[in-house]
């Protein structure tokens, strides 16, 4: 943040940003640029914002993200400018900036010159070598110069970094080796600082060669440090020195860190006992702790005449910047150089930093915020066991190591969160925690077991969760393990235990799941819930009370979870069992947070079923009941993710919903729920390809939630993201091997191994969907053969979600526009008949007010009109209708295809403006859907239609046969 204060600052005061350029950065950044005046005050120049508290850190980081590579961009598309980066001291960058620093590279927009400079990379932790693999193996940052500079003195690790960095990438590094200055130009250097160029300058210069060995930085610290001493002086107007004393005096220094050691080493003994307590505080430090802390350290020694107040210490803070060991900040004080605050530390030995960590610590948790305890807990564990000594002391640590847990966690920092709780649990006494502080221990173990779930560790979850269920004392407080259990199965994929567990669960609870759910038993289920709910209004359902026990409220929880679980391997009898089981619990016995789910569930049975009035009933009553205050944020959230697209497509445009993903996608992360987080992201993408939302943007919004839940480490939660990322890389690649395009193997996976793990999980969402995005690429590329047959598959699978639910309108058209496709060039009838069920399906949609079945249903139309009639004039203004549309729309994908459809049939037809639409599809294709491939496809001559298509006139016109059996 201090880098982008720095930009701005610079920026105006250049006077290099107009008002022009001001209202570019307003309109890019929108209303996330409050997120950059609350962190950047020197930002509000270029906005209309003033800063205030009003936005939480933890539901704003990730967009805050976004506004950061926004602003960037923009800045850096000024040509009056270019743009440079400095990072220095990467190593100690933390997680959230180096994800910050990695999405401006992963940003393709920026299409000016960036520079970025990485100094002292021989410092380089693994994650900062990470962060640098990241930006040399990123091909699509063709605008992109990084400079890594280091320092020599650590020889091997230098080459182990470079081999590391270079190993697998074929790029050309050049290697550029800064040597020392020759000792003319240390003559020069040092003549110029001291504007005398007498014959005993030269004498000095000789020596300051000799003692710095020609380090430019060493020169001027080396002439510093000789005045600050008293070897230099100037009289009159020269200089005065002593060479000898100087040799004897001033040793040899190979590194900035001897000659602020020596620096350091001349300080007076209060100013050395306030900076070594600063040091430990931090880089950046407030005053009010360290006068607390430093103030009986000073006084220890002094008599009652010579005691220190708060005003002595505020003069040696004074003093400190005077020296320029400090400078003041806003908030407190800051060292002026990290290698400083380092020597301070150096002068410590580990008593005395434990000592110290402790004072501060004891002194943080006097303040009694939440961020203070955050800040005790640090210090007090750094302290160590020589301060915690009785059983009392570490109860109170333990304590304070669940409270900073617990901020760590609203703050969505979960991997900071179970660091303290470890050590929470680790300071308590191993034959004591049980037995006198139960409830202390049980809550750090049962947070723990969930930070382990939140933070990808499924061993060490089930661990500590065994432990929790093990220790419980009742049923109520097996509760929340339970429902970790059962998310920890799910995510590890073992579906066999994950069903037996679960009536494990339930029957302790009180509830039971008959292990074989016959179809006459579940017939008759249906039936009673029916009539339960024929005679039930929905305001009585709404109106009802909240369940009060707290077993069925788990029951509940457990069942939907379950039904979730079976709807995703495709176990009809039990997922509609569970969502039977659900309803009638909440009509008989009242809400709970989870009610929602099961009846969202049973709406996605009626559907499938085929009774839409009674589906879309129980969808919209389930959503009501998700609007309701007493549905949690984690019920909402795996409502939205896995059902809502299913029952919300019926009724609401499809680019409506994205907002609702999109705050679906950040509410989870926010509570750690990774599984609704990638369902949630999932659809909002397949929502922008159905759409026709740009493919470039999409793409980045893909790259940015892969980044947020990998770093969670649960690869699992990946697996569904990768077909359409590879299908959407797939249309941005720029090749002529078309056929390559149609599989769906490259940089993000290898489909044959996708599909291998996917039927090993018997998990028919996944090969569902992996199938049907090769289906619209085989169908892009015109392999029509291939595209057929992927269809049939995706219908084999009959995975709800392509039958009724929210795939089904994409899916039936690029199947109707195929079969379509096929007839023409085949000429066989049964071609036809299968598009007219698609089209049916279709219709049927529009004539149930479905209001996203007319983009798609108007292209079949023309298909079928083009069959019907030659008249060329009423083709054409059927094709222009159906553009306009899809242009008044917003769908580019369909605009580009329907111009892509005109050009086809009025080159059939002879028609003069054939290549009018072929111009206007190829532009609409690669300009505002981004589809390169697609484009380029087109501008090669090729069609959808092969060449030896064969012109039909009269067919009928209907079709009795089903499309679903």
């Not at 915020?369 to 007090?380: F, K, M, N, P």
């Not at 009846?599 to 959503?623: F, H, M, P």
Request: proline share 2%.
């Amino acid at each position: 943040m201090a880098a982008f204060s720095d930009l701005c600052d610079l920026t105006i005061q250049s006077d290099a940003c107009n008002t022009a350029q001001r209202k570019a950065i307003q309109e890019c950044l929108g209303s996330d640029g409050q997120l950059l005046v609350n962190s950047v005050t020197n930002i509000s120049p270029f906005l209309d914002y003033e800063p205030h508290s009003g936005i939480k850190h933890e539901s704003a980081i990730a967009k805050f993200r976004a506004a950061c590579k926004i602003f960037l961009r923009t800045m850096a598309s000024f040509k009056e400018h270019p743009l440079v980066i400095f990072l220095d001291d990467i190593q100690w960058m933390d997680k959230d900036s180096k994800e910050l620093v990695k999405a401006f590279l992963q940003d393709t927009e920026m299409k000016n010159l960036i520079l970025i400079f990485l100094d002292d990379i021989q410092w380089m932790d693994k994650d900062s070598k990470e962060l640098v693999k990241a930006f040399l193996q990123d091909t699509e940052m063709k605008n992109l110069i990084l400079i890594l500079a280091y320092r020599d003195e650590d020889g091997e690790e230098i080459e182990a970094i470079k081999n590391s960095l270079t190993k697998r990438n074929k790029l050309c590094i050049t290697d550029i080796s800064l040597e020392n200055l020759e000792q003319e130009d240390i003559h020069d250097l040092v003549k110029k600082q001291l504007a005398d160029n007498s014959d005993k300058i030269r004498e000095l210069s000789k020596l300051v060669f000799r003692k710095t060995q020609g380090n430019p930085f060493h020169v001027l610290q080396f002439i510093s440090t000789l005045q600050r001493d008293g070897l230099l002086k100037r009289c009159d107007d020269s200089w005065v020195f002593d060479i000898d004393h100087i040799q004897c005096d001033m040793m040899v220094s190979n590194s900035v860190a001897a000659l602020l050691s020596r620096k350091v080493q001349c300080c007076d003994r209060e100013t050395t006992e306030m900076l070594k307590v600063a040091s430990l505080l931090g880089y950046n430090f407030p005053s009010e702790v360290l006068i607390e802390v430093v103030l009986p350290a000073l006084n220890s020694e002094a008599s009652v005449r010579e005691k220190k107040t708060a005003e002595c210490v505020q003069s040696l803070l004074k003093k400190s910047v005077d020296s320029q060991f400090l400078e003041e900040t806003q908030h407190g004080y800051q060292f002026s150089h990290d290698k400083i605050q380092a020597t301070f530390v150096s002068l410590m030995d580990k008593i005395e930093k434990k000592r110290f960590h402790f004072a501060i610590g004891r002194s943080f948790l006097a303040r009694s915020t939440d961020a203070s305890i955050l800040q005790a807990a640090v210090h007090l564990n750094r302290a160590g066991e020589a301060h915690v000594i009785s059983a009392k002391d570490k109860v109170e640590l333990a304590d304070i190591n669940l409270k900073a847990s617990k901020y760590c966690e609203c703050r969505s920092a979960f991997s900071d969160s179970a660091s303290f709780l470890r050590k929470g649990w680790a300071v308590l006494d191993e034959k004591s925690k049980w037995s006198e502080h139960f409830a202390l221990a049980f809550d750090l173990v049962e947070s723990l077991a969930r930070m382990e779930f939140i933070n990808g560790d499924l061993d060490a979850c089930r661990v500590a969760n065994k432990e929790v269920l093990y220790r419980a004392k009742s049923i109520d407080m097996k509760i929340k393990p339970f429902i970790l259990e059962i998310d920890a199965l799910v995510a590890a994929n073992d579906g066999v235990k994950i069903i037996t567990v679960s009536r494990k669960m339930l029957k302790e609870l009180g509830f039971s799941i008959p292990r074989t759910i016959s179809t006459l038993r579940l017939l008759i289920k249906l039936k009673g819930v029916r009539r339960l709910l024929a005679k039930t209004t929905d305001e009585d359902i709404l109106g009802l009370s909240g369940a009060n026990d707290p077993k069925l409220c788990t029951a509940v929880n457990i069942m939907v979870r379950l039904g979730s679980f079976a709807f995703s391997k495709q176990n009809v009898n039990l997922r509609v069992y569970l969502a039977l089981l659900v309803t009638e619990l909440t009509i008989n016995c009242g809400l709970s947070p989870y009610s929602c789910i099961g009846l969202g569930l049973l709406g996605v049975t009626e559907l499938l079923l085929g009774n839409e009035e009674k589906g879309i009933r129980l969808g919209e009553l389930a959503l009501k009941l998700v609007s309701q205050v007493s549905c949690s944020k984690e019920a909402k959230c795996f409502f939205i993710s896995r059902l809502s697209s299913s029952l919300l497509y019926f009724k609401s445009r499809l680019r409506r919903l994205l907002g609702m993903y999109d705050a679906s996608f950040y509410a989870s992360i926010e509570i750690g729920d990774i599984s609704s987080a990638s369902l949630s992201a999932l659809t909002g993408f397949y929502l922008v390809l159905f759409t026709g939302g740009n493919l470039k943007a999409l793409e980045r919004s893909i790259n940015t939630v892969y980044c947020r839940i990998g770093d969670f480490r649960q690869d699992v939660f990946l697996l569904p993201l990768k077909p359409v990322q590879q299908l959407v890389i797939n249309m941005l690649t720029r090749t002529d091997d078309w056929e390559s395009l149609t599989v769906l193997t490259g940089t993000i996976m290898n489909e044959d191994e996708y599909m291998s793990e996917s039927i090993a999980e018997n998990n028919d969402f996944y090969i569902s969907t992996l199938l049907f995005c090769k289906m619209i690429l085989a169908y892009t590329f015109g392999f029509e053969e291939k595209a057929q047959l992927m269809s049939q598959e995706v219908k084999d699978c009959s995975f709800f979600a392509f039958e009724k639910g929210f795939f089904s309108l994409p899916f039936c058209f690029y199947s109707a526009m195929i079969s379509y496709g096929r007839y023409q060039s085949t000429g066989q009838r049964k071609h036809l008949r299968t598009a007219r069920k698609y089209r049916k399906v279709l219709a049927r949609h529009q004539s149930n007010r479905n209001p996203n079945a007319n983009p798609f249903l108007t292209i079949i139309d023309v298909e079928e009109l083009a069959l019907k009639s030659t008249d060329p004039i009423l083709i054409m203004q059927a094709c222009n209708t159906s553009i306009q549309l899809q242009a008044g729309e917003d769908f580019s994908n369909l605009e580009a295809l329907a111009n892509e459809q005109a050009s086809r049939i009025m080159r059939n037809l002879g028609g003069p403006t054939a290549e009018t639409y072929r111009d206007r599809a190829i532009h609409v294709y690669s300009h505002k859907w981004g589809a390169i491939a697609k484009a380029r496809w087109l501008q090669k001559g090729q069609d959808l239609i092969s060449e030896d298509s064969v012109e039909v006139i009269s067919v009928e016109s209907s079709s009795n046969e089903e499309l679903w059996p």
